[in-house]
């Protein structure tokens, strides 16, 4: 069974950092593209960073552009989101995710979340 946690949420003032990790443990297939989402109160959860498992390329939502940054370990088996410059709209549950390809994560297939991590930014 595949189990991730997250960690590294918490409050910090506009302007400051958080590193969030998410290590992944029963993943059983041979390729892992990982993921953060975030989701906000009163609004839908949005993809906020991608790492591709076969070359790990990045992708980034347009509102964390240039301040996030997305990684993984050299196992792929922890991805990081290191968050500057963090702004009170990038307040939300931050969810880690992890499938085959980021294909099939965007249709929810063969994927797995994590319980998620509190991030709230203050002005």
């Known amino acids: 069974q595949v189990h991730l946690v997250e960690s590294g949420g918490g409050s910090v003032q506009a302007g400051g950092s958080l590193r969030l990790s998410c290590a992944a443990s029963g993943y059983t297939y041979s390729s892992i593209s990982m993921a953060w989402f975030r989701q906000a109160p009163g609004k839908e959860r949005e993809g906020v960073a991608f790492?591709?498992?076969?070359?790990?390329?990045?992708v980034y939502g347009d509102s964390v552009k240039g301040r996030f940054t997305i990684s993984q370990d050299n196992a792929k088996t922890t991805t990081y989101l290191q968050m500057n410059s963090l702004k009170p709209a990038d307040t939300a549950l931050y969810y880690c995710?992890?499938?085959?390809?980021?294909?099939?994560?965007?249709?929810?297939?063969?994927?797995?979340w994590g319980q998620g991590t509190q991030v709230t930014v203050s002005s």
């Open positions: 995710a992890v499938a085959p390809n980021l294909r099939m994560m965007s249709e929810r297939v063969n994927t797995y």
């Open positions: 790492i591709y498992g076969d070359n790990g390329r990045t």
